[in-house]
């Protein structure tokens, strides 16, 4: 996929490059790696032009197509934050290196982040937390974690639906292929960037269906890399020790809301989330950006950090090749935090010289290309491009069969055992009422008085009569019947065994 951009590094150096912030063009005066830009909004056009200026001067040999995302793009009426001119350059240059963007309040609004990974196939989003100690203040000085996150499913699919007037509903969604794919990444960047061991974060002692195919998917990728070691942890426990003892981590890979929070409580455990920068990384494609939001609130005074962005860009040239320019400039960042210029929002840090805007840190580093810190190491990480088989650990299609169905009404009623009598009196078509529940909870039979009832409530229907299986015609028919009682049914889930195993609980 990405080969082709590797080759074109090879060309001859670019020369400096004129960024025009102000109105979101460029020119350049020689041939690059083509990637697309955008500025995004808030602090994003001041931190964009400041990355810009260091690539550049750094030799990066890049050439830039700039597209417009975000607010103004919003406001021409394109939902997604991004027009079809952007999703065309997207897809030519299939590098996108796109500062922060602000997503406004308001229904039917998506955000440009979670489109672009799911429309691109960005499934893999890599963040590298590294402790600066002691430029940048951190009770763990010894942390270099990276936390690789799945960017496409769990409850970040969006699938939610209002149910009824007390219920909404969001779905957690966990596929083998979209689980298979993030964490044979996690192990083939932790085998490019000669990491020790990758430890897996679900909940599956609850989520034992959803979160445990994320985990055994996790050991059945392990066993094909013998060399680095596999571990599992509970989520809430893992992000505690991440807390306390972020030395214990090597790299980590979580589904995507675990992935979410892992990462940012790691960035402010190694210092500062506006230190970090975030690979997406796909099949198709890559898109680089820093993990903050674009803070309208400082924006145009000049005194926003770049550095998740330029750190963000590192990870870009190492993506598409350009290996020695990205070394270059990392070392002149972390000479600058040795030499303690901060801007403004790492001025307390315990050995801050000097106090600059956002282009005098730019010009910091720019100054100090060529040169090397003097104790911190510098390691831009290795980013890889995905070419290897996606899909080793398919199973074979299982003998499925339909044993019963949940039935979700919206019933106003507060007592379980007169909405169970009044089912119970239907012709429920070869079904048997066993089990309602309300929020999860049960409720009947042999419900407790103290439990919580909502207007929600999940009628599990099981094959009787001495069936073996149902059809979708049996449960068409239970539905029409409910339909003629006047039940309010809102879903079904049908429930069915997989080679004789309950796939549900």
């Known amino acids: 996929m990405l080969t082709a951009l590797r080759e074109r590094t090879n060309e001859r150096p670019a020369s400096i490059v004129d960024w025009d912030a102000s109105t979101s063009t460029q020119t350049i005066r020689s041939e690059g790696t083509p990637i697309t830009v955008a500025y995004g909004d808030g602090i994003g ?95 763990s000085p010894g942390m270099n974690v990276v936390v690789v996150r799945e960017n496409e499913e769990d409850l970040y699919a969006g699938i939610e639906h209002r149910q009824t007037d007390d219920v909404v509903q969001c779905l957690k969604l966990i596929s083998r292929r ?32 959803s979160d445990g195919l994320f985990h055994r998917v996790f050991d059945e990728v392990a066993q094909t890399y013998p060399d680095i070691l596999a571990e599992h942890l509970i989520v809430d426990h893992g992000i505690a020790k991440l807390a306390t003892n972020p030395e214990y981590f090597d790299v980590i890979v979580a589904p995507n809301l675990y992935g979410d929070i892992v990462s940012d409580v790691a960035a402010q455990v190694a210092g500062s989330i506006g230190l970090v920068g975030s690979a997406n990384i796909g099949h198709h494609g890559a898109m680089f950006e820093a993990i903050h939001g674009s803070a309208p609130a400082i924006a145009g005074k000049g005194t926003a950090n770049p550095s998740g962005l330029l750190l963000a860009a590192v990870m870009m040239l190492q993506h598409i090749g350009q290996h020695e320019i990205a070394e270059r400039v990392q ?88 909405l169970a009598q009044t089912l119970q009196e239907l012709d429920t078509n070869g079904f048997a009422l066993s089990m309602i529940t309300s929020r999860g909870v049960k409720v009947w039979p042999n419900g407790l008085a103290e439990s919580l009832c909502t207007d929600h409530w999940r009628c599990r229907f099981m094959i009787a009569g001495g069936q073996d299986t149902a059809n979708h015609e049996q449960i068409n028919g239970l539905l029409s019947n409910l339909a003629t009682a006047h039940i309010d049914f809102i879903k079904l889930e049908t429930l069915c065994t997989f080679n004789d195993e309950p796939g549900y609980s």
């Open 331 to 418: 070392r002149a960042w972390l000479r600058t935090l040795e030499d303690g210029i901060n801007t403004a929002d790492c001025d307390d840090q315990p050995r801050a010289t000097a106090r600059v805007g956002t282009k005098e840190f730019a010009q910091a580093v720019i100054d100090r290309l060529g040169s090397s810190p003097r104790h911190l190491h510098a390691n831009t990480p290795r980013v890889p491009v995905p070419d290897w088989p996606m899909m080793e650990t398919v199973e074979p299609s299982a003998n499925k069969e339909i044993v019963g169905v949940d039935v979700f009404v919206d019933w106003r009623g507060n007592s379980p055992e007169i």
């Open 45 to 139: 056009p001041e931190i964009m032009s400041a990355t810009l200026d260091i690539l550049s001067a750094a030799g990066a040999k890049l050439k830039p197509q700039t597209i417009e995302v975000g607010e103004k793009v919003y406001d021409r009426g394109f939902v997604s934050g991004i027009g079809p001119d952007g999703w065309r350059s997207l897809r030519n240059t299939k590098v996108f290196l796109k500062a922060p963007v602000s997503t406004p309040q308001g229904g039917g609004l998506k955000s440009v982040n979670v489109t672009v990974r799911k429309a691109l196939g960005l499934y893999a989003n890599v963040r590298p937390c590294v402790a600066y100690a002691p430029h940048v203040s951190t009770r």
């Open 178 to 209: 979209g689980s298979e794919r993030v964490i044979r990444y996690a192990f083939e960047f932790a085998q490019a960037n000669e990491r020790e061991k990758v430890t897996c974060l679900t909940k599956d002692n609850i989520m034992k269906l």
